[in-house]
């Protein structure tokens, strides 16, 4: 063999070995995902405008009764806001709020400058000035609006909305109808309690109400016909609360988790839906059926609390026939047995628990105060460190649950994919914005980074957020 041929060979060899790890590591997942998933939506050019005021409104949220509430345009939640896939959505956002404020956009792979975060992605908006929002969402589905400063207040009092993307190329059902789920901490007249960062809530599971809405009201009915087969969009506003919706007799399948369609589509029955997680379920009537469905949260209990009905009434109807619209999305879990790329832990320090005795006995005693906050990886925001990623990159980040708590970790600007719970693989089959880590678990997420920018990483329960719980992920060009 002469010195070229050993040459060529050395360099062949070299590059299968490459291309051999290249095979078995992220290039490849980043194609198949680049492939379908970030293909950019035409534009229709419909654009939507409106007009959101923020503002503190007294208003009911069950019969004979009125509280404080902040609201958008009077009433909580605020608009609807539904599109089609394609449409440009334009909101000028007015505060009259005796505070600054701003609206994020739940889900939504918005730019970087429309995402709503004050003091990151843009200034608050003071009292009596303006901001306009205006993107074109690059995904159908079901999403929402909230407020994102103070949140432990401004959304306890009632300032979000849904904002539902629809996918023309899907079926569509007779009935379409989106459930904005929400607890409220009330007294015996209905009043929302004003301690909206009592420091029991922030130490354990943040702000839970006793008081159960759908769509900002009680004893929501949604009347269908036998045979009459529905999509129910249902969506976690609440603070804190966990739901586990049960459905009684019914038996729906879940279409989309967090907004995009899941692979393949499973019973709804035992889904955790955590605060910020949306579910869309596909549920049929079945046609000899007549009186109420009580359709119910048992996450706390194993007898189901009412949230809502679903009122059976008039003639039976010809179901439908349709496949339930599904879509195979490109499986980022391929990523899931390559080595974290950033690991984050969360604790709860708490100055009461290091001090010793005496210095506990004069907090106790009220004569000094006890700081506490929730950190990650020993920082609470806005000191905590920023994860970084590369555009394009798959990304595993593990998240390791050092505290007695729920928390559901939410991402801006990015979905990710669950790939395990205590080291234990899961397959789900479908992303998500939002998920829930028990108390002492260990998650690994697998992150598609496509969109540039410094996105939040933090906790949904709104006071642990507000106590320090929020970290910054740069997707970098
Ligand atoms: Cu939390």
New binding site residues.
């Given amino acids: 063999m002469n010195d070229a041929k050993v040459a060529v060979t050395l360099a062949a060899l070299l590059l299968t070995a490459v291309a051999g790890v290249l095979w078995f590591t992220r290039p490849i997942d980043t194609e198949l995902a680049a492939a379908t998933y970030i293909e950019p939506v035409a534009s229709t050019g419909v654009v939507h405008e409106y007009r959101l005021v923020a503002a503190p409104t007294t208003g009911s949220l069950t019969e004979g009764t009125e509280t404080d509430l902040w609201t958008y345009n009077g009433a909580t939640p605020g608009p609807e806001i539904r599109i089609t896939h394609g449409d440009t959505v334009r909101v000028v956002l007015e505060n009259n709020l005796p505070e600054p404020t701003s609206i994020h956009w739940h889900g939504i792979r918005v730019p970087h400058a429309m995402d709503g975060v004050p003091g990151l992605t843009q200034a608050p908006v003071a009292p009596g000035e303006t901001f306009t929002y205006e993107f074109t969402p690059p995904d159908a589905g079901t999403y929402w609006y909230h407020s994102h400063r103070r949140g432990n207040e401004q959304l306890a009092r009632g300032l979000y909305g849904a904002l539902i993307v629809e996918n023309p190329a899907e079926p569509t059902y007779a009935v379409d109808e989106v459930w904005l789920i929400d607890d409220w901490r009330v007294d015996d007249q209905g009043t929302l309690d004003p301690d909206f960062a009592s420091s029991a809530d922030v130490h354990h599971?943040?702000r839970w109400g006793e008081l159960f809405t759908v769509n900002g009201a009680t004893g929501t009915e949604l009347r269908a016909a036998p045979g009459e087969r529905i999509r129910l969009r249902l969506v976690n506003t609440a603070n804190?609360r966990i739901l586990q919706p049960d459905f009684g007799a019914l038996d729906p399948v879940v279409i989309a988790m967090d907004g995009l369609p899941v692979a393949r589509a499973f019973s709804a029955h035992g889904v955790e839906l955590a605060p910020g997680n949306r579910m869309d379920i596909d549920v049929t009537i079945p046609s000899d059926a007549s009186g109420e469905f009580s359709i119910g949260d048992f996450f706390t209990g194993i007898t189901p609390t009412e949230i809502a009905r679903i009122v059976v009434d008039g003639d039976p109807v010809a179901t439908p026939d349709f496949e339930p619209p599904t879509e195979g999305l490109p499986d980022w879990s391929l990523a899931a047995d390559d080595p974290a790329d950033h690991t984050v832990t969360?604790t709860l320090y708490s100055e009461f628990a290091e001090a010793d005795a005496d210095e506990q006995e004069a907090m106790l005693a009220g004569e000094r105060d006890a700081t506490f906050r929730?950190e990650l990886n020993g920082e609470a925001w806005p000191a905590a460190e920023t994860l970084t990623a590369d555009q394009g990159e798959l990304q595993k980040i593990r998240i390791i649950n050092d505290?007695g708590?729920?928390?559901?970790?939410h991402l801006h600007g990015q979905f990710f994919q669950l790939v395990s719970r205590n080291d234990v693989r899961v397959s789900e089959g479908h992303y998500r914005d939002t998920v829930l880590?028990s108390a002492f678990e260990t998650i690994e997420i697998v992150v598609g980074a496509y969109d540039v920018g410094t996105w939040m990483l933090h906790?949904?329960?709104q006071?642990?957020?507000e106590f320090g719980?929020a970290m910054l992920y740069e997707v970098r060009p």
């Fill in positions: 599971s943040g804190a969360v929730w505290s708590q729920f928390h559901p970790i880590m906790c949904h329960i006071l642990h957020a719980m």
